[in-house]
């Protein structure tokens, strides 16, 4: 019930600062399919989509550097995130942004949850970064109220600059047997 009511809190916002925007606003018939629950505005500036079935929100829309998206509570790895940054076999995305057409650059991230542990997950990332001939810049472990965290700054293979950091089950919420693992870069 909570999360039908952050949805339908989320998407009446959305509805409010679309239509404050003038005559290119959604038509409220537009807007909530009520057979569902589902929202979908469509403006020309882009489109927000809320899916009550999974919680997923989504947020597309063309910007100054290009099409851009950002989704929340559930999401794809984006098209253009590269093979070679491993990702367990078990990873849930839980959000991921995509922006850029790839001539101004781009910039991307992916944020999901895991049942590897936390120490093999850091051992995979010190080890098979650098072997798919990225350049580690620096790490960080840190510990907050007992649970681990650990960053990884890189680049090389056409990014820029790029982020990695696992955060151990304590501070990803309810679940302690997971880990949450946050991928972000730019490239171009």
């Keep these: 019930m909570m999360r039908r009511t952050v949805l339908v809190t989320l998407g009446a916002l959305a509805l409010v600062a679309f239509t404050a925007c003038g005559d290119d606003g959604p038509n409220a018939g537009d807007v909530l399919d009520a057979a569902d629950g589902d929202f979908d505005i469509e403006t020309p500036e882009g489109d927000i989509k809320v899916d009550s079935n999974d919680g997923e929100v989504t947020i597309e829309g063309e910007g100054q550097d290009g099409d851009g998206s950002f989704s929340f509570g559930g999401g794809e790895i984006p098209d253009d995130f590269p093979d070679d940054i491993p990702l ?41 970064l650098p072997d798919a001939g990225y350049e580690v810049a620096g790490t960080n472990n840190s510990t907050v109220n007992g649970n681990k965290s650990f960053a990884m700054s890189f680049s090389g293979n056409g990014i820029e600059g790029g982020s990695i950091t696992v955060s151990e089950g304590g501070l990803v919420g309810d679940d302690e047997d997971k880990q949450l693992i946050t991928i972000g870069y730019g490239a171009g």
């Design 88 to 128: 367990p076999d078990d990873f849930e995305v839980t959000s991921s942004s995509s922006f850029g057409d790839g001539d101004s650059g781009t910039s991307a991230g992916v944020t999901g949850t895991t049942d590897e542990s936390f120490d093999d997950l850091v051992s995979m990332y010190e080890s098979d």
